[in-house]
């Protein structure tokens, strides 16, 4: 009886290692195949074991003062994906021009596109968050939805934005001739069957909408520990 209860022991030791084997094989290609967009992804998905995916729409204020709370907490937030083998996307859609017909929510987004395909997406979003505070939402403007909205922004805001994160001039032939409009469709309808408000976060098993403009990293923080 003993001998059994060893090799008993045995199996389940040896299944348990194979089993753990076996799981970290696999969920990297689960995270990976997952990716929309690969240029708006922070980290490795082909070794990342989570999937974090914020949905989201450049103009959307609230959105970005989301975004400006993970772009000023730079250093925390990419070791805080390291050691939890996060693969965090931002999926990028014109959502607002969908829903509410915003105008510029939809070069905004074509702009966004237009930059990953230079793989400088992240560079662009984080010059526009601060072009966009410094511009508008510092002087009240397109902060909220009370707030007078946005209006006079032209192609050449972004363009502007791009040239001084260092984007080719492809950019704007990108953006003029309209060249990602029908991705931002593609992603916006696909993102249209899950995201419940703007923005929205799938951070693991937990999905949630809606930020705060008083929240700041601390909150951010405990919304990624409850998708672990």
């Known amino acids: 009886m003993k001998r059994a209860g060893r090799i008993v ?51 959307c204020p609230y959105c970005n003062y989301y975004a400006k709370v993970i772009m000023d907490n730079d250093s925390e937030f990419r070791d805080y994906l390291s050691r939890n083998k996060i693969a965090y996307e931002v999926r990028v859609t014109d959502m607002l021009y969908e ?17 990953g395909r230079e793989g400088k997406f992240f560079e662009f979003y984080h010059g526009f968050l601060v072009a966009i505070f410094e511009d508008y939402y510092e002087k009240g403007i397109g902060n909220s939805k009370t707030a007078a909205p946005i209006k006079d922004i032209e192609n050449a805001y972004f363009e502007e934005i791009a040239e001084e994160v260092g984007v080719s001039a492809e950019f704007k032939t990108c953006l003029e ?52």
């Open 99 to 115: 829903s509410s017909g915003v105008e510029l929510s939809r070069p905004a987004a074509e702009a966004a596109y237009c930059a």
């Open 177 to 228: 001739n309209e060249e990602t409009v029908a991705e931002v469709q593609e992603k916006t309808r696909k993102a249209a069957t899950v995201a419940q408000g703007l923005p929205y976060f799938v951070f693991g098993k937990m999905q949630t909408g809606g930020f705060d403009p008083s929240w700041g990293w601390s909150v951010v923080r405990s919304m990624f520990d409850s998708g672990l």
């Open 9 to 59: 022991a045995l199996v389940l030791v040896f299944g348990a290692v194979f089993f753990a084997i076996v799981f970290s094989s696999v969920k990297p290609a689960e995270v990976a195949g997952k990716v929309w967009t690969e240029s708006m992804v922070v980290g490795d998905p082909e070794t990342a074991v989570r999937h974090y995916v914020v949905y989201t729409d450049l103009m």
